[in-house]
């Protein structure tokens, strides 16, 4: 199925879309694809996951911490897990590699002025309406804006 870590390449970017659903264990393996692939730098953008009740803040703050040991740089679209993913890289003394970003919108039009020939990016978690009324779903099979 589409969008569940699929792995594609545009114009020498290798985009790792696993922007379906997402769970810890999902975003851990996504981590992990990244790791283990030959790139410049790596990058995620994610709304964190989400309808966890109160295990949402502790999960999403230990995967930002993790993402930030692998991820050059980590977008977190939306304020839905915005504190939670602050909390994790400042517990990584990473802070700097956090970028917050307000919507699907400003995230590829971040992402679009910042990727380079080399760089991997995982797109983590789709964001539904919800949790973003303006802009809808996070990622649309075959659109990467």
Known sequence: MSNRLEVVEERGVTWIRDAYNSNQIGFRAALEVVEAMPAARRFLATP???????????????????????????LIVADTNRDAFIAGHRDAGREARLVPVTNRSEAFRWLRETLQEGDAIILENDLPDLYERSAGVFWKAGAAS
């Open 48 to 74: 964190g996951v989400i309808e966890l009740g109160p295990l949402q803040f502790d999960v999403n703050r230990a995967l930002s911490r993790e993402a930030s040991l692998v991820c050059d740089t980590t």
